[in-house]
């Protein structure tokens, strides 16, 4: 089965310090993976897709396929960058495979 | 920007009884999909529907899990006779294709809880 793993459940770090969300996955065909995040009382929403190659709020993620990794990074947090972050491979064309998410949390 | 929307945000039930969680997707969209989340555990797929009928279900949709767009607008997940693991944080989304690289619109969920 098509897994999706992400080793922290909780990162803190401080305002303007570098950020790196994990994400390892494991899957047999070409990965199509993404970024989903959730602001406190608010809805799951895409960050980022590693298709694209975008940068969003300063988030990049890079598709390393020799390492199967996806891991989300931001060179300077920001206070409003405190949310729930979850790694999502999509398996065939219908379904997300989500990680268990990781809590980040910016100390001013 | 549009938004998905879940009725009711929250859904309490005696186990054995039926509920029907309510969705309205993005009026232009055509792929439905529900996704659960179990308290601490990971968001799960469930199902995803298509032209009127399920294109794809996880094992965890089984016998008492139905879906159906009734008039056009609203999505609904049915569940028969609930138990006490179905107690869940229930997602519904929406896409506008069928697309790999496709974005998934969700809305704020109903949380579930069955006593």
């Known amino acids: 089965a098509q897994r999706v793993t992400q080793p922290e459940k909780l990162l803190s770090v401080f305002k303007g310090a570098p950020v790196e969300l994990k994400c390892n996955y494991s899957y047999s065909g070409s990965p199509e993976l993404f970024w989903y995040v959730q602001y406190s009382r608010q809805r799951l929403q895409l960050l980022l897709r590693h298709i694209s190659r975008e940068s969003i709020k300063g988030f990049t993620a890079d598709l390393n396929k020799g390492e199967t990794s996806f891991h989300l990074k931001k060179p300077f947090a920001q206070e409003e960058d405190s949310a729930m972050y979850y790694c999502a491979l999509r398996e065939g064309a219908q379904k997300l495979v989500f990680g268990q998410g990781t809590r980040l949390t910016i100390n001013p | 920007e549009p938004e998905v929307t879940q009725t009711p945000s929250h859904q309490v039930t005696q186990m054995g009884q039926e509920v029907i969680l309510r969705c309205v997707p993005i009026?232009?969209?055509?792929?439905f999909y529900w996704y659960r989340q179990i308290l601490g555990q990971k968001v799960e797929f469930l199902v995803s529907f298509y032209n009127n009928e399920i294109s794809e279900k996880s094992e965890i949709f089984d016998d008492q899990f139905s879906v159906e767009r009734p008039d056009g607008s609203n999505f609904t997940l049915k569940i028969r006779s609930t138990k006490l693991e179905d107690s869940a944080m229930y997602f519904c989304?929406?896409?506008?294709?069928?697309?790999?690289?496709?974005?998934?619109?969700f809305g704020s969920g109903t949380q579930l809880s069955v006593l």
């Open positions: 989304a929406s896409s506008g294709s069928r697309g790999y690289t496709e974005k998934l619109f």
């Open positions: 009026s232009n969209h055509l792929y």
